[in-house]
């Protein structure tokens, strides 16, 4: 009696987790049938912050950026420093316009062209002081254009890179620390970036706690852009704006990967505390993200962004905030449905990658983000990758499955692998190596 009691009780805690984050299942350990057995290792150690991955398609060259040093690559056994930022060391170009403060700003994204081993092209996103002129005050910042997608030439040999072309040039940044909750300089930045099949470039921004920023046409704060290898507007944008814009209305855009089965664009981001979404994109669509001072029924701001009110750090309810200041405003007619959200929490869900390969068995097809959670202002924790069963229509989900990694960890990035493994960056300064069989 008191062994099925306990086992209730523990059945009882799971469900009510469940439903606390939003899950609707769980992970099984490879003993059904179409479950895999996923296993997972550390094939690099001991980095600082890495934050993004490219891999080419033999899987001999692995480049990754680390977002306070700069860009390197693994290749044969051997590690090659290429971009470095000011103040690092080491790296065989050092570009000082590059910097960072130590926030969420930095070198970050890095994608490979779908024509590198011709063209040996590689485009980054980093933070840069080059382009940010005269205007960048803390009263007039929408001219503090602090953030920028270059694109370089790898050596034959991967142990230099050169012909560096700064191919968008005017990505806003926040210079300044605010009144805001983790409002310090290089907020919301951004800086994941993708190239879809057709090879164009897809690059999200951040917000940058400009309130008006994600829906503001002019300004490329907020927004996902599609983009070709010289930084022009793909000719198919829809949006009214800016033609590099594909969709606006967005938070800080920390995934973006591409369905398998349809080539359809997703994003991952997480709330201010509330509502973490998934959301498939829509030419021309808006997130729904408009934390601009007196608009829906908000007064004035601190520092005119309204992303945390109210009472900031205090408790309070998910519910209330979400009022606030919703992450997809139904005020707006264009509005993008995101296609999962987390029940009015928020869990810190950020980059996100499309599983892929029959060794995924039952998972294959399914989006894995990575949740960097810590459990701050009264909302659950994370430091896990779940897997997202979405529905064909992309406007909601079957269930939400942990991924049993065997470790918990704020997993920064998440890119599939040409092996059909998973690797993932994490803040604890490790590369992964996530398996399926």
């Given at each position: 009696?008191?062994?099925?009691?306990?086992?209730?009780?523990?059945?009882?805690?799971?469900?009510?987790?469940?439903?606390?984050?939003?899950v609707?299942?769980?992970?099984?350990?490879?003993?059904?049938?179409?479950?895999?057995?996923?296993?997972?290792?550390?094939?690099?150690?001991?980095?600082?912050?890495?934050?993004?991955?490219?891999?080419?398609?033999?899987?001999?060259?692995?480049?990754?950026?680390?977002?306070?040093?700069?860009?390197?690559?693994?290749?044969?056994?051997?590690?090659?420093?290429?971009?470095?930022?000011?103040?690092?060391?080491?790296?065989?170009?050092?570009?000082?316009?590059?910097f960072?403060?130590?926030?969420?700003?930095?070198?970050?994204?890095?994608?490979?062209?779908?024509?590198?081993?011709?063209n040996?092209?590689?485009?980054?996103?980093?933070?840069?002081?080059?382009?940010?002129?005269?205007?960048?005050?803390?009263?007039?910042?929408?001219?503090?254009?602090?953030?920028?997608?270059?694109?370089?030439?790898?050596?034959?040999?991967?142990?230099?890179?050169?012909?560096?072309?700064?191919?968008?040039?005017?990505?806003?940044?926040?210079?300044?620390?605010?009144?805001?909750?983790?409002?310090?300089?290089?907020?919301?930045?951004?800086?994941?970036?993708?190239?879809?099949?057709?090879?164009?470039?897809?690059?999200?921004?951040?917000?940058?706690?400009?309130?008006?920023?994600?829906?503001?046409?002019?300004?490329?704060?907020?927004?996902?852009?599609?983009?070709?290898?010289?930084?022009?507007?793909?000719?198919?944008?829809?949006?009214?704006?800016?033609?590099?814009?594909?969709?606006?209305?967005?938070?800080?855009?920390?995934?973006?990967?591409?369905?398998?089965?349809?080539?359809?664009?997703?994003?991952?981001?997480?709330?201010?505390?509330?509502?973490?979404?998934?959301?498939?994109?829509?030419?021309?669509?808006?997130?729904?993200?408009?934390?601009?001072?007196?608009?829906?029924?908000?007064?004035?701001?601190?520092?005119?962004?309204?992303g945390?009110?109210?009472?900031?750090?205090?408790?309070?309810?998910?519910?209330?905030?979400?009022?606030?200041?919703?992450m997809?405003?139904?005020?707006?007619?264009?509005?993008?449905?995101?296609?999962?959200n987390?029940?009015?929490?928020?869990?810190?869900?950020?980059s996100?990658?499309?599983?892929k390969?029959?060794?995924?068995?039952?998972?294959?097809?399914?989006?894995?983000?990575g949740?960097?959670?810590?459990?701050?202002?009264?909302?659950?924790?994370?430091?896990?990758?779940?897997?997202?069963?979405?529905?064909?229509?992309?406007?909601?989900?079957?269930?939400?499955?942990?991924?049993?990694?065997?470790?918990?960890?704020?997993?920064?990035?998440?890119?599939?692998?040409?092996?059909?493994?998973?690797?993932a960056?994490?803040?604890?300064?490790?590369?992964?190596k996530?398996?399926?069989?």
């Amino acid at each position: 009696m008191k062994i099925i009691s306990k086992l209730k009780l523990f059945a009882a805690v799971i469900t009510s987790l469940a439903m606390l984050i939003g899950v609707n299942s769980f992970a099984l350990k490879g003993n059904h049938k179409g479950v895999p057995s996923i296993g997972s290792m550390v094939i690099m150690s001991g980095l600082e912050n890495p934050w993004d991955l490219a891999f080419t398609k033999d899987m001999k060259a692995m480049f990754f950026t680390e977002k306070s040093k700069g860009l390197s690559v693994q290749v044969g056994g051997a590690t090659h420093k290429l971009v470095g930022i000011k103040g690092s060391s080491g790296y065989g170009m050092q570009a000082d316009d590059l910097f960072t403060y130590g926030g969420q700003e930095g070198m970050l994204g890095v994608e490979l062209d779908n024509n590198f081993n011709k063209n040996r092209t590689l485009y980054l996103y980093s933070t840069s002081s080059k382009y940010m002129g005269a205007g960048c005050k803390k009263d007039n910042y929408d001219s503090c254009f602090g953030n920028i997608v270059m694109k370089f030439t790898v050596a034959k040999d991967f142990k230099s890179v050169s012909n560096r072309v700064d191919i968008v040039k005017d990505i806003q940044f926040k210079p300044f620390k605010s009144d805001q909750p983790f409002g310090g300089p290089g907020a919301h930045n951004g800086g994941r970036m993708r190239m879809d099949s057709e090879g164009y470039l897809w690059v999200g921004t951040g917000d940058r706690h400009m309130g008006i920023g994600p829906q503001d046409p002019n300004l490329i704060a907020g927004k996902v852009l599609r983009i070709d290898g010289d930084g022009n507007a793909h000719p198919g944008n829809k949006f009214k704006g800016d033609k590099r814009v594909y969709t606006y209305g967005h938070r800080n855009v920390q995934g973006i990967d591409f369905r398998p089965s349809d080539g359809k664009a997703f994003t991952a981001e997480h709330g201010p505390w509330h509502n973490d979404e998934i959301t498939m994109l829509v030419n021309g669509g808006n997130g729904g993200w408009d934390p601009a001072e007196k608009r829906g029924g908000r007064s004035a701001c601190p520092d005119k962004y309204c992303g945390y009110e109210p009472n900031q750090k205090e408790g309070m309810t998910p519910a209330i905030r979400a009022a606030y200041t919703p992450m997809s405003d139904t005020r707006f007619k264009d509005l993008m449905p995101p296609a999962w959200n987390n029940n009015g929490y928020s869990q810190g869900t950020g980059s996100a990658a499309f599983l892929k390969g029959k060794n995924w068995g039952i998972y294959e097809g399914r989006l894995a983000a990575g949740i960097m959670g810590i459990g701050f202002g009264g909302t659950p924790g994370g430091l896990r990758i779940d897997m997202y069963d979405i529905t064909e229509d992309g406007q909601s989900i079957n269930s939400v499955i942990h991924m049993p990694v065997g470790v918990s960890d704020r997993f920064r990035g998440l890119r599939m692998g040409y092996d059909n493994a998973l690797y993932a960056t994490t803040d604890s300064g490790n590369i992964m190596k996530i398996t399926a069989e």
